[in-house]
């Protein structure tokens, strides 16, 4: 079955409110890792079945170097090797943001996170789970399709420091 038209083109139709989700990215990226934050979206976005995200948060974390393989087990990270106990936690963390309704963002996930984390990079994650799952909903009810020429004259950025 192919791929359903565009509904609407919120960037359009919503333009102001469209622009301060972007602005709020650019907030979130400036105080998550880059690496783990690609990670993040593509976790919650594999989780809502979001193609859009899937493929663009897959196209910009290869641009930034991630590893094809960790990419791939991403899915079963719970299995690998290839993710440290800190992306582990947060990991732990998007999904339980994300699947909040079967989960209650459970205590045990959320003091997982407290030894890889402080408190402000805590809410920050919490932030960065929220703004995934708004996006997801945002793209797939409006059934926006990705195209890599969108971001095809990004460069990659450096990575913040992590603190």
Known sequence: MPAEPLRMDLSKLAP???????????LIGGHVERKLLHLLKLRA???NGCAFCIAMHTDE??????????LTLLDAWE?????SEKE?????????VTLIADSGASKSAFEALKPHFSE????????AAVQINAWN???ISSRAQYDAKMVA?????KAPEPA
């Open 45 to 47: 976005s594999q989780i």
């Open 79 to 83: 299995e690998s090797s290839l993710f």
């Open 120 to 127: 402000a990079e805590i809410a920050w994650l919490t932030l």
């Open 61 to 70: 974390a290869l641009r930034d170097g991630e590893p094809v393989e960790r």
């Open 153 to 157: 004259h990004r460069a990659p950025e």
């Open 137 to 139: 909903r945002m793209a």
């Open 88 to 96: 582990r936690a947060a990991l732990a963390w998007i999904e339980e």
């Open 16 to 26: 102001d409110a469209y622009r301060h989700f972007l602005q709020l990215d650019g």
